[in-house]
């Protein structure tokens, strides 16, 4: 994870041979320094997979000119790929699942899986359906929105109308449906969770994580290998098996 919030998304999938961006939503300046960080030159990569066309996840694209990028709606470049709700691909040796989210724009998850692993990607959705947890479930790894506390959220000086954007089936996944769902989705081969996308003031890490743990633990869904953690704004957050 490069990046992960409202103001900017960009996360790297890689195994032994191939290497996959989601989304490219920050500034071409903090991006180039996240990839020469991680020691990965992003106009090497095998393809861009795109969630949704805010700028949050899109701004950047220019950086990736004339690598093969996916996404729904017509970004007007080069190179780009029109996928579709549960359509089915290969990128180098990931193959890519695509999963239908609740959004104010088209929006995607997807679950991306090799020989070895399975990742689950799910960012900007106010509502989950159900009927992908027998798809999703029992994954590696999760990387799944847990955008806001709603007594925070609440509190902020955002305007009512954004609020309550935030908060319908067509926004973000609060702290407590986010836990929900992953309780429902894990399983024993699943050995970390990232929950992304969080509100900075709307929320904090201590309280996202402490949900989950709670509802985990409630639920007697926690394991003692299992990691939980929080993706921040700008901060590189490695996981996985490496």
């Known amino acids: 994870m490069l990046a992960s919030g409202s103001k900017g998304n960009c996360c790297v999938v890689e195994n032994k041979d191939s290497r996959i961006?989601?989304?490219?939503?920050?500034?071409?300046?903090?991006?180039?320094?996240?990839?020469?960080?991680?020691?990965?030159?992003?106009?090497?990569?095998?393809?861009?997979?795109i969630t949704h066309t805010h700028k949050d996840h899109i701004a950047a694209l220019k950086l990736f000119e004339g690598i093969d990028t996916y996404a729904e709606e017509d970004l007007g470049i080069m190179n780009q790929k029109i996928?579709?709700?549960?359509?089915?691909?290969?990128?180098?040796?990931?193959?890519?699942?695509?999963?239908r989210l609740s959004h104010d724009a088209a929006c995607m998850g997807y679950l991306l899986e090799d020989e070895e692993s399975r990742l689950v990607y799910v960012t900007d959705t106010g509502y989950f359906k159900e009927?992908?947890?027998?798809?999703?479930?029992?994954?590696?790894?999760?990387?799944?929105e847990s955008n806001h506390d709603i007594g925070m959220l609440m509190k902020t000086s955002r305007p009512a109308y954004v609020k309550q954007r935030i908060i319908q089936d067509n926004g973000?996944?609060?702290?407590?449906?986010?836990?929900?769902?992953l309780a429902n989705l894990i399983g024993e081969r699943t050995r970390e969770i990232v929950l992304a996308h969080l509100s900075e003031e709307g929320n904090s890490h201590e309280r996202a994580l402490t949900v989950l743990e709670e509802t985990l633990l409630r639920e007697q869904r926690m394991k003692e290998n299992l990691k939980l953690r929080a993706a921040k704004q700008h901060e590189v957050l490695t996981g996985g098996r490496r």
């Open 131 to 144: 009927e992908y947890y027998p798809l999703l479930c029992n994954a590696d790894d999760y990387i799944f």
């Open 172 to 181: 973000h996944l609060c702290n407590e449906d986010s836990a929900k769902h």
């Open 21 to 49: 961006v989601i989304d490219c939503g920050t500034t071409k300046k903090y991006l180039n320094s996240s990839f020469n960080e991680i020691g990965i030159d992003p106009h090497a990569v095998d393809g861009l997979l």
């Open 83 to 99: 996928i579709h709700p549960d359509d089915e691909f290969t990128i180098s040796s990931i193959h890519v699942r695509c999963i």
